[in-house]
């Protein structure tokens, strides 16, 4: 087993400080429960630390990641079954490469949707936030604003229809 | 091309993905939607796409606050790491330890893991063994019924960032999260002693502590020896004649010490096991207990649950103050709709023309999870009010967080100043709390020796001030303890007749146009003078939650009572 020699460490924290919010948002679309997807993520790191002497500098470090992550995924939908991965394999590459294609668009969606954020009023973004906080989930939300759960149930998908809306509505100005 | 049913039921499904709340049945319908149609696909891909941006934008939010809170006395390089460093230094760090652990065998195993963490570590910016007496190791995150013990010297308020030394708790249960990751609940009445970013030493009382994979190496020192974490929920008891004991609820930790007579007490204990350490160190094994640690989501629950019932011991007292006979106005902030520009007098004194005028303020959450408060952050912002009848007695009282200063300091109640008796309350630049109030032509200041620091900004804290116009006493109040009185020298009425709440009026040296910068969630008159001990029970049921350490237990009642 290989690591990356000290000189490439620099180089790696570089890579990953870069491409670590991209690497699990990918996970996630395919493990979409956030502990699952973590844990698989946390596994490819250290895959990629071990694998970082293969990379070649210049060449996209990303799309890289990404095949060691999917490998990841593939490995527990094997180990785990279907308990933490949605969907078939097949399926499974199909939504992996449809992510790949689209990664432009999602980086304007990502700027874009802290912009949508700050529309929100203060409730409805308190919310959301710490319904997405890690470790949290809507029994917090709810206890967090003052709602029932299935008040806040409705309320989350109220807010994720908006941002989605609002995000879309973003993009589309900003095209010429 | 996806019909609009097609598409609501693409939405729904996706949303009931994300709670974890979607059939067996409908991820299969969701599987063959996604796979026959590209536009699904894409919306698929989006959509899980949001869900991951905004867990990212959660947790950049939640840094900031932690941030935020740990204001000027933190090591600004290593929490401003925080938001996006962590989770790197987690894959980072954590594939070099596997190295260091792996490359040497088992020789190499025998090294303490946090010492081969720092060595190997490149992703921080100093060494972990280095650590200043004023750096931040660990942030002080939940608690339940806290009392710090007699003579405690660290008293961290809630959501503190904490330094190296001791925490010695009397009662309750205080989580901290240490910045290497590793969550520690200790129940008091505990002494434990805060090393680094990943260690402690626990002297007496109960810990239970979770360790997640980027923290492992997590090492607490007991009297006879340590327990080192090997990536594990554990929970840990030291008694009082030196004993203590050691139980794995998940994964494994290694116990090493030595016995009174020099021989080495090695052992490893995975999920299940416990042992017991006699004060001589010598181990033996033990039942594991059942379920009587308390564990985070309990911790957090209590915590949730403790301030749902703070905030409903409220509002049992809201309706008592309400009908208080010298209650004169009482804007409770409680129960308004999120648009509303009227601020209700819950008194039923004024039949309506007592409620205030909301102008420019903005609706948040007060002290409590979904009680109401106005937040002031433009120069405009105010809540008109009036009370045309001027009091010869008055207690002025109202919880406050405020953002900043400001160069003009903070206005609470300001009445217009063409009236005898007209006044003004306000924290100054300084921080002393100021009552102005007219005299004839002249205007009097009464102010307090600072009672604004800088702490305070940004945390809820209870003011009142009293006027006695009979007895001629002026007092001020922070938290429930009075710290100042004076003499009062020619003003005999209170006046707040077109007052405004939040806001500054040309009284004697302040300026018109500046508004409070902060929040009010409750605020109140009434035409008798309170005493220390009313005003005290006042703040006590209104505080945000237990454990709080307002800065009246900071000062203590220095000044001499009245008439004395």
Redesign the interface.
């Known amino acids: ?1 290989e ?1 990356a020699p ?1 000189d490439r ?2 180089e ?2 570089q890579l ?2 870069k491409n ?2 991209k690497i ?2 990918y996970v ?2 395919l493990v ?3 502990a699952d997807a973590e844990d698989i ?2 596994e490819a ?2 895959t ?3 694998k970082f002497s293969d990379f070649s500098p210049g060449t996209n470090f990303y799309s890289w990641a990404c095949q060691i992550a999917y490998w990841k995924v593939r490995a527990a939908r094997k180990k785990y079954a279907t308990s933490k991965v ?3 394999e ?2 499974m590459e ?2 992996a490469n ?2 790949l294609e ?1 990664e432009p ?2 980086d304007h ?2 700027g874009a ?2 912009a949508c ?1 700050q529309k929100l ?3 409805d973004r ?1 919310m ?7 470790g ?1 989930n ?1 029994k ?1 939300a709810a ?5 029932t759960i299935q008040g806040a ?1 409705k309320a ?2 109220r807010i ?2 908006t ?2 809306d609002c ?1 879309s509505l973003e993009l589309a100005s900003e095209m010429p | 091309m996806l019909s609009e049913d097609q598409r609501a039921l693409l939405f729904d499904w996706l949303d009931r993905l994300l709670e974890n709340n979607l059939s067996q049945k409908e991820k299969g319908r969701l599987e063959a939607l996604v796979k026959e149609s590209e536009e699904a696909r894409k919306i698929y891909v989006t959509y899980l796409d949001l869900h991951a941006s905004l867990s990212h934008y959660a947790d950049e939010s939640l840094g900031s606050e932690i941030e935020e809170s740990l204001s000027d006395r933190r090591d600004s390089r290593m929490i401003g790491f925080l938001p996006v460093l962590l989770p790197l230094a987690a894959l980072v760090v954590f594939g070099f330890y596997l190295f260091q652990s792996f490359k040497g065998g088992d020789d190499t195993r025998e090294e303490p893991y946090v010492d081969s963490l720092a060595d190997s570590s490149t992703a921080y910016e100093q060494p972990m063994q280095s650590i200043e007496p004023d750096q931040v190791i660990a942030v002080f995150t939940k608690s339940v019924g806290v009392q710090w013990a007699q003579g405690a010297t660290a008293r961290p308020e809630f959501g503190n960032g904490l330094h190296p030394g001791m925490l010695r708790l009397a009662a309750g249960a205080a989580q901290l999260e240490f910045l290497q990751g590793a969550t520690v609940i200790i129940e008091g009445p505990a002494e434990a002693e805060l090393i680094n970013e990943n260690e402690a030493s626990l002297k007496l009382g109960r810990l239970r502590a979770h360790v997640p994979k980027i923290a492992i190496g997590f090492t607490v020192n007991l009297p006879m020896g340590q327990v080192v974490d090997l990536g594990t929920d554990f929970g840990l008891e030291v008694y009082e004649n030196g004993s203590s004991e050691v139980y794995v609820y998940r994964g494994s930790v290694r116990y090493q010490g030595v016995d009174n007579e020099g021989n080495e007490v090695a052992r490893e204990l995975t999920a299940g096991q416990a042992i017991r350490l006699d004060p001589h160190g010598v181990s033996s094994p033990l039942d594991m207990p059942a379920g009587n640690y308390m564990g985070s989501a309990e911790l957090a629950d209590r915590s949730l649950e403790n301030s749902q019932t703070r905030r409903n011991a409220w509002l049992q007292n809201c309706k008592i103050l309400a009908r208080e006979e010298s209650a004169e106005l009482y804007y409770s902030f409680d129960d308004q709709d999120s648009w509303s520009r009227v601020l209700r007098d819950e008194t039923s004194k004024g039949n309506g023309s007592r409620d205030g005028a909301v102008i420019g303020c903005s609706w948040t959450e007060g002290r409590w999870p979904g009680k109401g408060a106005l937040r002031f952050t433009q120069k405009n912002d105010r809540v008109c009010l009036n009370l045309s009848e001027p009091l010869n007695k008055a207690t002025l009282v109202a919880w406050v967080r405020l953002d900043s200063l400001g160069e003009e300091g903070a206005p609470l109640v300001f009445s217009k100043p063409l009236f005898n008796g007209a006044v003004g309350w306000s924290i100054n630049p300084t921080g002393k709390l100021v009552l102005q109030i007219k005299a004839g032509q002249s205007f009097e200041q009464y102010e307090s020796a600072v009672a604004f620091r800088k702490e305070k900004i940004g945390k809820w804290v209870h003011l009142a001030t009293t006027f006695d116009g009979d007895r001629k006493w002026v007092g001020h109040f922070l938290n429930g303890r009075c710290f100042s009185r004076e003499k009062i020298d020619r003003a005999k009425v209170l006046s707040l007749r077109k007052g405004l709440l939040g806001h500054f009026q040309s009284l004697a040296k302040s300026k018109e146009e500046e508004s409070l910068l902060g929040c009010i969630d409750e605020f109140a008159i009434f035409s008798s003078v309170w005493d220390e001990l009313q005003l005290r029970k006042l703040y006590e049921i209104g505080r945000p939650r237990d454990g709080d350490v307002g800065i009246g237990e900071a000062f203590p009642s220095a000044l001499p009572a009245l008439g004395r």
């Open positions: 087993m690591y000290q460490s620099t790696l924290v990953m400080m670590q919010r699990f948002a996630l679309t979409p429960t956030r993520l946390q790191s250290l990629i630390c071990e949605l969907f078939n097949e399926v199909v939504i449809t992510r689209m668009e999602l969606r990502h949707l802290n954020l009023n203060e409730r308190r959301i936030l710490t319904r997405y906080e890690s949290q809507v917090a206890l967090a604003c003052g709602r149930y989350l998908t994720r229809k941002l989605f995000v």
